[in-house]
């Protein structure tokens, strides 16, 4: 039993390293993340640091996998998925997926607004689709600013400049699928003067 333990907790540095590296991830973004210093990270990713239960609760918050998938727990056979959702500055953020790479699947419900906020958009790597649950969607797309209803979908690449939140005071869930290495669903938006340019004769 000892040495299953052992064998375990040695596997978790590498486990670590995967899942930090399959997201694109800097120690020191990780870090800001989860508390945890840049040393630290690296002492458990090499293995000369034992992981504990204080460390690894927050690099599983992080990576959005669950604490028996960070250390590789053996099944229990209980079929069911338990997720937990994220509060982060007001936007609360369920997981739907389990695996630490490919394309990310989440439910998001953003917090209304009775004042206009000012967007900051942002750009990184990859891609994302979204589709409006409930509420009305306010998307900065580029030169884009767009409204989206119930029903409304939209996918773009990432590295464009973008933000998104709730278009009013209403808050508003949508669901929307990621993928860091450029994975795409059906629909793309593109800008108006390339969508309605001529094609080449």
């Known amino acids: 039993m000892s040495d299953d333990f052992d064998h375990t907790l040695d596997a978790v540095g590498p486990r670590l390293r995967e899942l930090r590296r399959r997201r694109e991830t800097t120690l020191a973004e990780l870090s800001a993340a989860t508390g945890v210093s840049v040393s630290t990270l690296s002492r458990l990713e090499s293995g000369t640091r034992r992981p504990t239960l204080e460390l690894l609760l927050p690099l599983a918050k992080a990576h959005g996998v669950t604490l028996d998938e960070l250390v590789d727990a053996p099944p229990t056979g209980d079929p069911r998925i338990h997720m937990r959702p994220v509060?982060?500055?007001?936007?609360?953020?369920?997981?739907?997926?389990?695996?630490?790479?490919?394309?990310?699947?989440?439910?998001?419900?953003?917090?209304?607004?009775?004042?206009?906020?000012?967007?900051?958009?942002?750009?990184?790597?990859?891609?994302?689709?979204?589709?409006?649950?409930?509420?009305?969607?306010?998307?900065?797309?580029?030169?884009?600013?767009?409204?989206?209803e119930p029903g409304e979908a939209a996918e773009f690449d990432t590295r464009l400049p973008h933000w998104f939140?709730?278009?009013?005071?209403?808050?508003?869930?949508?669901?929307?699928?990621?993928?860091?290495?450029?994975?795409?669903?059906?629909?793309?938006?593109?800008?108006?003067?390339?969508?309605?340019a001529p094609a080449d004769s």
């Open 87 to 148: 509060t982060r500055h007001g936007m609360t953020m369920l997981p739907l997926t389990r695996r630490a790479g490919g394309i990310q699947a989440y439910k998001l419900i953003l917090p209304g607004s009775r004042e206009p906020r000012t967007p900051d958009p942002q750009t990184h790597e990859g891609y994302e689709w979204m589709y409006v649950l409930n509420g009305r969607l306010r998307v900065v797309l580029g030169e884009h600013d767009l409204v989206m």
């Open 165 to 196: 939140g709730a278009a009013g005071a209403e808050p508003v869930e949508i669901l929307s699928l990621f993928g860091r290495q450029g994975e795409r669903a059906h629909l793309r938006a593109r800008p108006k003067a390339a969508a309605d």
